[in-house]
């Protein structure tokens, strides 16, 4: 079975611009979680949804969105670019029980210039 | 407080050592825990999830949860040079709106 995709793996954007960033989940699981992962700390927790509707939300500013589509893929979009938003994006899914597993995409590398 | 803390480290053992990495948490409604793996440039790997008090063991790795204590900790048995990662805990919550709080992680050498 696939894993988790993400897409792109890298991106390059300036300061003020928006980034869309694209995940799919392994096949059966309807819940999508996003973080953001700077050097030397933890993931940190952005979004979670689960059949198309928003479960959880961290502490992150409202240029942070995000969407589920029917078929469980995700999009996270990031408005108005801030340097401070270089980061590695993780996609993570589940099957969608609060205590379940999640398994991990690659990741988008963004670096905002 | 933090929610998640653990010792940022590095930690480092010889090879064949007990390595043993600890995570408290503050939420007390947490239900679950992971423990996952990342090397560098990587994304993190599950290890170990235990979502009761007591031991859970998997080959080489033994995860211990006290709730009472809010205490998770991984032992990781005859450690070997590719154990050499950064190994993250994560708590999930749905105190409020779920939630899934990672410790900074523990950096974890293990010398040859």
């Known amino acids: 079975d696939a894993g988790v995709t993400q897409s792109p793996t890298h991106l390059i954007k300036t300061r003020g611009q928006h980034v869309t960033l694209r995940c799919s989940p392994i096949?059966?699981?309807?819940?999508v979680s996003w973080y953001q992962q700077v050097l030397g700390q933890g993931p940190q927790f952005i979004f979670q949804?689960?059949?198309?509707?928003?479960?959880g939300r961290g502490n992150f500013p409202d240029r942070f969105s995000a969407r589920q589509f029917p078929n469980y893929s995700s999009e996270l979009n990031v408005n108005a670019l801030l340097l401070g938003d270089s980061a590695l994006y993780l996609c993570?899914?589940?099957?969608?029980?609060?205590?379940?597993?999640?398994?991990f995409g690659p990741g988008t590398r963004l670096t905002v210039l | 407080q933090k929610e998640v803390e653990q010792n940022s480290g590095p930690l480092s053992v010889p090879e064949g050592a007990i390595a043993s990495l600890n995570c408290t948490y503050s939420?007390?409604?947490?239900?679950?825990f992971f423990w996952y793996r990342q090397y560098s440039g990587k994304s993190p790997e599950l290890i170990m999830s235990i979502y009761s008090n007591g031991d859970k063991e998997d080959g080489r790795f033994t995860a211990q949860l006290n709730k009472a204590s809010q205490y998770v900790s991984l032992l990781i048995r005859d450690s070997q040079p590719s154990d050499s990662a950064t190994y993250l805990c994560a708590v999930n919550s749905d105190t409020g709106g779920f939630k899934t709080i990672f410790g900074a992680g523990t950096r974890l050498f293990v010398k040859a």
């Open positions: 096949s059966g699981h309807k819940s």
């Open positions: 939420d007390r409604g947490s239900q679950s």
């Open positions: 949804y689960y059949e198309k509707e928003e479960r």
């Open positions: 993570a899914t589940s099957s969608g029980i609060p205590t379940d597993t999640q398994y």
